[in-house]
């Protein structure tokens, strides 16, 4: 058998349930016989099947089918044929399974060694290609198991509906029956009883007569043209379908002096063998079932008197897996995500490649992996990059492992042996034509000029070449071993002066990166050990210890730089000085036994646990704590977290941060606003928090951290409120507010939540486990953080005066600073009486914010903390945030003859949801649609000018009702893709001119008259005078007459009856059912005229967004709860991030469909550049410092106070400036 890949049983069958010969030309490959394309991981997985390909529901055609006996083994005259057809597009499939002896092949799967078959194409036996889809006729392919003891050839052979689509037509056209029922009158004018036939007569006569030629009964097998019923049904134009059906046409004598024109009904062989094919037989037994398709699909109405009810086939998909011996095989126990049948999502391409599916075991995973390397070797590279992403994505020990061994073996992926053959500039495509000769002299001549420290990565690459070729010449060219001290050295990136304990480290480093080098480390090892004469490197390599008896509890405090030992220390604080002495000493082994040796005598891993977590620390992102109300605030931090630039300016905002100087701060302008001094101090201190913050969300050993409250009252205050910190604000404190953000010295912090006075009408039930704790609010359109604004010369002359005020009393100021900065978190330098008063003050402040403006108030932070990089041309700082978030709207005005254009920024688009379920393009319509100026006779219309990589769309959630004088929550769903083409909405894309853009526009707006003439009429149908529907108004009334009908009636009261008409209580409630089916069909029309809008622009992908978050608020207008979903690229799942809580979604209708109680509505979304998404997003950075007594829970708190007394504060920020804890390239990589 030749060297090809193949794919197991349970994966040919998925493909033969969704191969569609109609469009394989189109599609470009042959789903069932061409190997899939290798799936690159830089690139979002392509579909596998077109979406237009049907999914077929096949049925079993008994009398064409050999069926497998359940319990019944085959033997080597066994063949099977299980003979289908599919209830959607009428095709015909024959599986024929044949077990038929040959030769040495005596023993057939599923056996222990091969639980599944796995099958090759053989193109040999297939029909040429380009002739049958010529003639679109049928196909057979050809396949054979590739276990050598298996005996087993399929066969698959398809052909299309014996009915075609012409031959349906001339028995259903109305038109067509019309003109056959003239022409009957012509051929037989002495009838008068000629009536035309119903479209579903032809189905049903044609029935009759295939049914009475399968089973030929004497008396039936002539039909005279001038029938009645046949000369109406189908005349002399469907010859044609009648010949092809095996009818056969003749002149016969009427007994008289003329002929009449008569048919004969087929005569198909007798019924014997269900393996012969293409015998007219079967051709008749499927068009008959074709027939009752077709009359099942004909409305009700027109079935009344049809002779040949319709049947219920059975399923033939069980006997399929039956004959296949795929009906049970071994299944994870977590099934996949129903989702994926109910959209047509599909597996991951990886487990196409091995030919598996995603509901395999793990060891029908391994199984399949290990015939694809069997019959496929040439590609075994792509196969192992398969099976080591899905033992990534499977958590999977044993997958894990066996991927583990195949490295230690010298299995490459793809990318690492290109990257070899590039580190020795060797042109891949070239690698066939070149001797292993040629290759090693490439190798020996870049090793005559190497350096000794990158001799063992040249000999690695080599070594990666010779797996890949499978060359045992270039393999014991690549070991060369190492022999001396400076190789050894070399090898362990060590230098002659680092100590005993840093060549574990490496040791330790260099085989977790590649377990297959151990041997090689081990011998680099004992050579520094016996050039040292090292016993504690002897020791290492022998029982894996190296304790340094040396180290005394003094000598602990000095190596980590501590210099007070009599008071305590935080755990926290003392994992940064360990780090510290990391970073100074450049000896981990030394740091971590003076660690532990001072928590000992602290007590502090006395009261440490092993974290039990729900997913691997290193692969998963942690959760933020929710203080009491800060559920939204936690979504946002989530989501700038994975934003990977943001990310990036945080961590390292030393680089980004600026200057407080009057020259440097010259005309800086954030939001239209010049910004202040204090402002860029707040925003600078908030920056320290958040920075913390992302520093323990990466290095947290445990699956969820707190953020400190610090950095929330920053976040939810804006500059207007300042003055609470600063103790000089005359906000009042309310004594009984409730939903605080937890306590801080006992009191209360409050966050954006009502005030208690507000309604809690309507309320909803809050997702299972979490708070009801966030006001649901909208951000004003106009008025955001955004929004020009213009402060007068006093009011920023008494701002400035009272920041050099606050700069004349600095707070604690100890005589000298310590060695080290400080901890992350220090205490405040400020009095507890002092804190508690600035909590209080800030309580009333907090309530004010709404949801949205807690976004807009972290960006204006970044901004106004971060320098700019130059000015706009409206003196508008120009930064990396603006360069990420902002869109550049363009307003267009026009009125009069005059035509006027004006430019403004936007860190995020609004979109309105509206009063029924449709897309989110529908309601961005909403937003560039043309309209009217207030107070102006004039027009306007916007479109994006420049399109930032990270899109933010904010969706108007309330409404305000004008009679109720209430707030109202608007439930209707917005529908989301995955992808969002945002070309219609530009002012000009890379394929359209903005003249060519601006026409579709106008096109769409003439089409939204109809739309909004709709709107109107199905608002007239929703709202009537009592503020209810009209259809539920006149059902109400039927109910009344019913109720009183009934009361005369029983005579329950003994009062004169109220004459009711009879029938009337039913001629209203038919009325109520007309009005309802009026609104119904508003609806529909409104959404088709959306899917006609969207056609419009269909062709327009040049600016494709991936969908990367979704901000989810459950409860009502007046509170509720929020959480965040995000995609993670990279793995290609989506999380829901739910405060503590970071869980897979399974089932992705939870994002996209929405709830029918209860739902959570989506209140925004983030869609991030497609070709830019992995460069932009990153859902996942963690380097957890797990030790094997860490706590669970990590909380940024406090330390104790006056453990850092000897610190210097200005501001309540450290006086040498923001403090990074760890090595920035140990944070970043």
């Not at 009964?217 to 029938?227: H, Q, V």
């Amino acid at each position: 058998m030749s060297s090809a890949p193949g794919k197991t049983a349970p994966k040919l069958l998925q493909d033969l349930l969704s191969y569609d010969p109609r469009y394989e030309e189109r599609a470009g490959r042959n789903l069932l016989t061409d190997p899939p394309p290798h799936h690159d991981p830089s690139q979002p997985p392509q579909r596998a099947v077109p979406q237009r390909n049907c999914r077929h529901v096949f049925m079993i055609k008994h009398d064409q089918s050999v069926l497998p006996v359940p319990g019944q083994d085959p033997d080597e005259k066994t063949v099977y044929n299980v003979a289908s057809f599919c209830q959607r597009c009428l095709y015909h499939v024959d599986v024929t399974v044949d077990f038929r002896d040959h030769g040495v092949r005596k023993n057939p799967c599923p056996t222990t060694d091969c639980p599944l078959h796995h099958f090759i194409y053989r193109p040999d036996g297939a029909f040429d290609r380009e002739i049958l889809s010529m003639f679109n006729g049928p196909r057979l392919f050809r396949f054979q198991c590739s276990s050598y003891a298996c005996p087993v050839e399929l066969r698959i052979r398809m052909h299309p509906p014996r009915l075609t689509d012409d031959y349906i037509h001339l028995m259903t056209d109305k038109i067509e029956l019309r003109r056959r029922l003239e022409s009957a009158k012509q051929i037989d004018p002495d009838r008068q009883d000629h009536k035309m036939a119903r479209p579903v007569d032809g189905l049903d006569f044609l029935t009759s007569y295939l049914n009475d030629a399968l089973k030929p009964t004497k008396g039936k097998g002539r039909i005279p043209l001038l029938n009645r019923k046949f000369l109406v049904t189908f005349g002399r134009n469907c010859d044609d379908m009648l010949r092809d059906l095996g009818f056969t046409s003749v002149m016969e004598d009427n007994g008289g002096t003329t002929e009449e024109f008569c048919w004969h009904l087929p005569k198909p062989p007798p019924s014997s063998d269900p393996l012969a094919e293409n015998s007219l037989r079967n051709k008749i037994d499927d068009a008959v079932h074709e027939l009752s398709v077709h009359i099942s699909n004909r409305p009700q109405s027109e079935k009344q008197g049809v002779r040949n009810s319709v049947y219920a086939p059975k399923p033939s998909v069980t006997e399929i897996e039956r004959a296949l011996g795929c009906l049970d095989y071994s299944k994870i126990s977590l099934t996949r995500a129903q989702v994926q049948n109910a959209k047509g999502q599909e597996d991951h391409p990886y487990y196409a490649g091995l030919g598996a599916v995603g509901d395999f075991s793990d060891a029908l995973l391994l199984f399949a992996y290990s015939r694809q390397v069997g019959t496929d070797p040439v590609n075994s590279p792509y196969y192992f990059e398969c099976l080591k992403d899905l033992a990534i994505g499977r958590k999977s020990s044993m997958l894990e492992e066996k991927v583990q061994m195949l490295a230690s073996e010298g299995q490459t992926s793809r990318k690492e042996i290109a990257a070899a053959y590039a580190y020795f500039n060797i042109d891949t495509k070239h690698v066939s034509l070149l001797s292993d000769d040629v290759i090693i002299g490439t190798f020996k001549s870049r090793m005559q000029d190497m350096a000794v420290v990158h001799e063992e990565e040249t000999r690695q690459m080599l070594r990666v070449i010779g797996y890949a070729r499978g060359s045992p010449k270039i393999l014991q060219e690549a070991s060369n071993a190492i022999e001396t001290y400076s190789q050894a050295l070399a090898w362990l990136d060590l230098s002659e002066t680092m100590a005993d304990e840093f060549v574990i480290t490496m040791f330790t480093l260099k085989i977790q990166d590649s377990p297959a080098n151990e041997k090689i480390a081990r011998k680099a090892v004992e050579i520094i050990a016996d050039h040292r004469n090292s016993e504690s490197l002897r020791r290492y390599l022998q029982d894996g210890s190296m304790a340094d008896a040396g180290m005394d509890i003094a000598d602990a405090y000095s190596f980590l730089g501590i210099a007070e030992r009599s008071g305590d220390i935080d755990l926290s604080a003392l994992e940064v000085y360990r780090d510290l002495a990391i970073t100074d000493h450049k000896d981990a082994a030394k740091a971590n036994r003076a660690f532990e040796l001072i928590a000992q005598e602290k007590g502090s891993m006395a009261q440490r646990t092993k974290p039990v977590s729900k997913h691997p620390l290193a692969s998963w992102p942690v959760g933020c704590k929710n203080m009491g109300n800060t559920c939204y605030l936690n979504s946002v931090l989530q989501f700038l977290f994975t934003v990977k630039p943001l990310r990036e300016i945080v961590l390292d905002f030393d680089d980004h941060k600026q200057e407080c100087t009057p020259e440097a701060m010259q005309n800086k302008k954030v939001g239209r606003r010049v910004v202040t001094l204090e402002r860029v101090k707040r925003a600078q201190e908030f920056l320290q928090e958040l920075r913390k913050l992302f520093l323990v969300m990466i290095t947290a050993p445990s699956d969820y951290v707190t953020p400190e409250k610090q950095l929330v009252i920053l976040a939810l205050l804006n500059e207007s409120d300042y003055g609470i910190l600063n103790g000089n604000s005359n906000a009042q404190s309310t004594e009984n507010d409730t939903g605080h953000l937890g306590e801080m010295e006992g009191r209360p912090v409050y966050g954006p939540i009502p005030n208690p006075s507000a309604s809690n009408e309507g309320s909803s039930q809050p997702i299972s486990g979490s708070s009801t704790d966030v006001m649901m609010t909208d951000s004003d359109p106009i008025v955001t953080a955004h929004t020009s604004m213009e402060i007068s010369q006093d009011e920023e002359h008494k701002g400035d005066m009272q920041q050099e005020q606050a700069a004349s009393e600095p707070l604690n100021q100890p005589p000298a600073a310590p060695l080290h900065p400080p901890p992350p978190v220090p205490p405040r330098p400020k009095t507890v009486a002092h804190e508690k008063t600035v909590l209080q003050k800030a309580e009333s402040a907090a309530q004010q914010q709404d949801a949205a403006e807690i976004l807009n108030n972290i960006l204006d932070l970044l901004r106004c903390a971060m320098k700019g990089d130059s000015v706009m041309e409206d003196g508008e700082q120009k930064d990396k945030i603006t360069d990420l978030f902002f869109s550049r709207i363009k307003t267009v005005q026009s009125g009069n003859g005059e035509t006027s254009t004006t430019f403004q920024l936007h860190d995020n688009i609004f979109a309105s949801p509206g009063d029924y379920a449709r897309h989110l393009y529908r309601a961005l319509d909403d937003e560039f649609d043309l309209g009217p100026v207030e107070g102006t006779d004039k027009v306007k219309y916007d479109e994006i000018n420049r399109l930032p990589p990270i899109l933010m769309i904010n969706v108007r959630r309330l409404a305000y009702d004008k009679e109720s004088k209430k707030t109202t929550r608007v439930e209707s769903h917005l529908r989301l893709d995955d992808v969002l083409y945002l070309d219609r909405y530009l002012e000009q894309t890379n394929s359209l001119s903005s003249e060519g853009l601006l026409a579709l526009r106008n096109k769409k707006w003439e089409t939204d008259k109809e739309r909004r003439s709709l709107e109107d009429q199905k608002k007239e149908l929703e709202t009537s005078e009592l503020g209810t529907g009209r259809a539920d108004d006149v059902e109400e009334t039927a109910e009344f007459l019913n109720d009183l009908e009934a009361l005369d009636a029983n005579e329950l009261i003994d009062v004169d009856a109220i004459p009711v008409a009879p029938g009337l209580s039913e001629s209203i409630r038919h009325g109520a059912e007309i009005l309802r089916k009026d609104q119904e069909s508003l609806v529909q029309r409104m959404k088709e005229i959306d899917e006609t809008i969207n056609s419009y622009f269909e062709n327009l992908k040049d600016h494709p967004y991936r969908l990367q978050a979704v901000f989810i608020h459950r409860g009502s207008a007046t509170g509720g709860h929020y959480y965040i979903y995000i995609h993670d690229f990279k793995e290609n799942i989506w999380r829901r991030y739910n405060d503590e809580t970071v869980d897979e979604v399974k089932d992705l209708k939870e994002i996209f469909e929405q709830e029918e109680k209860f739902p959570g509505l989506s209140t925004g979304m983030v869609y991030v550049k497609q070709e830019s998404v992995l460069e932009l997003v990153e859902a996942v950075n963690r380097d957890p410092r797990v030790d094997e007594k860490m706590p669970q829970d990590v909380e940024m708190a406090d330390a104790v106070e006056g453990s850092y007394a000897d610190v210097e504060y200005i501001d309540g920020v450290p006086a040498d400036g923001p403090f990074c804890p760890l090595p920035m390239k140990h944070v970043l990589g």
